[in-house]
Nanobody, 122 residues
Framework: QVQLVESGGGLVQAGGSLSLSCAVSGRTWSSYALGWFRQAPGKEREFVAVISRSDSSTAYADSVKGRFTISSDNAKNTVYLQMNSLRPEDTAVYSC???????????????WGQGTQVTVSS
């Protein structure tokens, strides 16, 4: 059974940085995509970034482009989200998810982690 476990959330001041990790355990596939999504209170879950395990191609939401970087360590089955220049509007619960192909759509992902809180103070 595949499981996703996020870590690395916390409280940071605006302009600061945080790094999130998503460890994928259990039987995995040779090719899959791992996405990061976030959900702020009262808002819908939104796409943040995605990386393809097969070719390491990446995609980002416009709101985080240039500030966030997604990367993977395939040997460790772990995906990272480095978040720089954080803003108060980045405050949300961040979750990683696994899907068959890279997508910006929530419904394209069938397995989700429990989420980790990121809070950016002004």
């Amino acid at each position: 059974q595949v499981q996703l476990v996020e870590s690395g959330g916390g409280l940071v001041q605006a302009g600061g940085s945080l790094s999130l990790s998503c460890a994928v355990s259990g039987r995995t596939w040779s090719s899959y995509a791992l996405g990061w999504f976030r959900q702020a209170p009262g808002k819908e879950r939104e796409f943040v970034a995605v990386i393809s395990r097969s070719d390491s191609s990446t995609a980002y939401a416009d709101s985080v482009k240039g500030r966030f970087t997604i990367s993977s360590d395939n040997a460790k089955n772990t995906v990272y989200l480095q978040m720089n220049s954080l803003r108060p509007e980045d405050t949300a619960v961040y979750s990683c998810a696994v899907g068959p192909v890279p997508s910006h759509q929530v419904h394209a992902y069938g397995l989700w982690g429990q989420g980790t809180q990121v809070t950016v103070s002004s």
